[in-house]
């Protein structure tokens, strides 16, 4: 029993942000604009030979063969350098592709020569039959290849083409979001119940939310050191310091309870869904409580857009929203059976 | 990363399971300090006689010299089995025995570590004072050495079972040259020692577990200092996180079952609306959900923390992480069950204990260190804020 990354999991984690600390750091969201949100074809493809679009893909379906446990490190990283939702949709959508009978698509999607947006259901929708049908919200979807949606039906891949999305400015300007009604479109793959496709979106989407609760607690603590007022360190006065110690017990809780669930479900342990449900939730509430305690802690630099306090305030709400809300989750976690 | 038991720890579990469901006490831990203190000692001693006496101590020392692992297990199983609050022998089993064994001299160890794992002895713990309290260095209960001896005079408070203890792990105060964490003194002090008053303090939640100490020309070999005289201070940091994260699976365990209880609870009773029962309560049932995530979320963070314990000797401040998070936990708990029993919340005695086991969950965020001292550690610890002291 071990919570924590061994040596080969730490060597994923060490280079992963050496790598991103220089291909995508949160800076570029400042000097880069909206250009910088995303990673551009070459970054993509770069990544796509890293490894990360087929890392927990087994190998016969032509991935790494890790594990879950080693795409929740990989997107922890992500998370706290504020990455684009593309990331996570790419990953899961060469798990549609592969596992749903599009293997010239799932090859694509490996290499990063093509990308996917997230589609998230709006209401009651249809996935689990030949045709879908229903309203979804689309996250990063504008330039990307194809879309992932997911339920606990299962989860398809949909073409961009094959209705009309009515695009709206998002309150993560750093997002592209859309609007969109399928009515019996053909998907492009599909896979059942069984790959659990909605489980390990809520998985990467919570280590994500994990990341950017850490990037707040880091950035707070920093601005806290940094800043005097009164002759001193903000951080010294205990009306600052205990809400940094505060972000520092969720993110805590945040990323243990990830890494409970992922191993959960990569097992196949019963209580899974309830691990993951509680994983989301509880990410979610890291992220935008640290994301708005670290603005608080900046006073009035973090109301601007000098500094990164408001992009993890905003983001924060972007990635509760994929993969199943908060009550969503909440609601599971009440209908799963005693947990003693 | 991995979740699952090695075949080792699963015998093990076994074998601990079978143990506390053949031997621990079924009757209830009575209710007053007096009676509390042979029913204690007898369940020390049952343990001692099988071989369960010390899990954390080494072997060395008579105790069993459990991997964390497996002392994990232990609390794990000790919660399941509703075995009885450890009680008057908590100072001596976790504190006062793992203090003697790091810091004391080879007399000191051979006459009490053996009593204190047979369950011959209580211990209690003179800490804190009036005046010495989340400041516990600004203590000032003073020892002048007068010959052989230390001659102490001065009061400590929030000793727990000092009015049936036999020993005490006392901090005096030696030197008042230099800062204040210098000049303190670790000392084996007697309870039944000329000059020795307690006096219990009634607890909100009608016990009278705490007591106030009150000392007067109370004369103690200097033989029974640990470590060196004027040294106190870093003998009583030496076991500080001792316990490493495994102490709290107990109490996680305790708090997630009674979690379950109350969800059993709130589907038995009517809601506050008076419409279906409490559960079908959209509000009631939110923070039950919530209440779920945070305790299966306690469970993995102790699980991180043993890990993390399993690598490093070092103890981190994951323990202060851990104790901010479950104390917090505990009050909304048990605010949520006087909630969700309505009228019979405010009755006492009845309804399982609810309604005095919410008064007593407001000793959580206070007790071994308030939740604001906690949070200076963890800011100035793994934040690296800057101290204000």
Known sequence: MDLLPDEAQQEIIDA???????????????????????????????MGELGWFGLGLPEDLGGIGSSLAEEVLLFREIGRRVGSVQLLATVLATRVAAAGGDPVRAEALVAGAERAGWAEPIGAVSIANRSVEGRFQVFDGRDADCWIAADESGAVLLDPRASRAEEH????????????????????????PEDALVERAAVLAASMLSGLAESARDQGAAYARERFQFGKPIGIFQAVKHPCADMAVRCEASWSQTCHAALALRDGREDAAFQVSAAKHLAGEAAQENAAANLQVHGGYGF????????????AHVLRAIAGGSRHHLRRILAAPAQT | MDLDVTPEERRFRDEVRTWLHENAPKEPRPPTEAEARPFDLAWQRAQFDGGWAGVSWPKEYGGRGLSLIQQMIWHEEYAHADAPYIGSCFVGINHAGPTLITRGSDEQKACHLPRILAGEVVWCQGFSEPGAGSDLASLSTRAEIDG???????????????????????????NTDGGKHVGITWVIGD??????????IRTMDGGAEFCEVFYTDVRIPLANVVGEVDDGWSVAMSTLGFERGTAFTARQIAVARSLEKLMT????????SGVGTAFDDDEIAMRLARLRAEVTAMRAMTLAAISRACRSPVPGPEGSMLKIFL?????????????ILGPDGLVMGTAADWPNAYLRSHASKIGGGTSEIQRNIVGERVLGLPKHR
């Not at chain 1, 601007?304 to 983001?315: C, P």
């Not at chain 2, 309870?191 to 219990?200: A, F, K, N």
Request: charged fraction near 30%.
């Open chain 1, 16 to 46: 992963t942000a050496t790598f991103l600390d220089d291909a995508m750091p949160i800076g570029r969201l400042r000097e880069g604009g909206r250009p910088a949100a995303r990673p551009d074809d070459a970054l993509l493809r770069q």
């Open chain 1, 169 to 192: 400015p998002c309150l993560d300007e750093f997002t592209d979001l859309a609007h969109v009604a399928f009515e019996g479109a053909a998907p492009l793959a599909r896979v059942g």
């Open chain 1, 304 to 315: 601007t857009t000098e500094y990164d306090a408001h992009l993890l305030v905003k983001r």
């Open chain 2, 148 to 174: 052989d001896d230390l001659v102490v005079n001065g009061q400590k408070i929030w000793t727990s079972f000092a009015d049936v203890a036999d020993y005490q792990e006392l901090l005096v105060r030696t």
């Open chain 2, 191 to 200: 309870m039944t020692l000329p000059g020795v008053e307690v006096r219990p």
């Open chain 2, 265 to 272: 609870i709130a589907k038995d009773r009517p809601s506050p």
């Open chain 2, 327 to 339: 104390a917090d936990l505990e009050v909304r708990l048990r605010r949520l069950g006087l909630e």
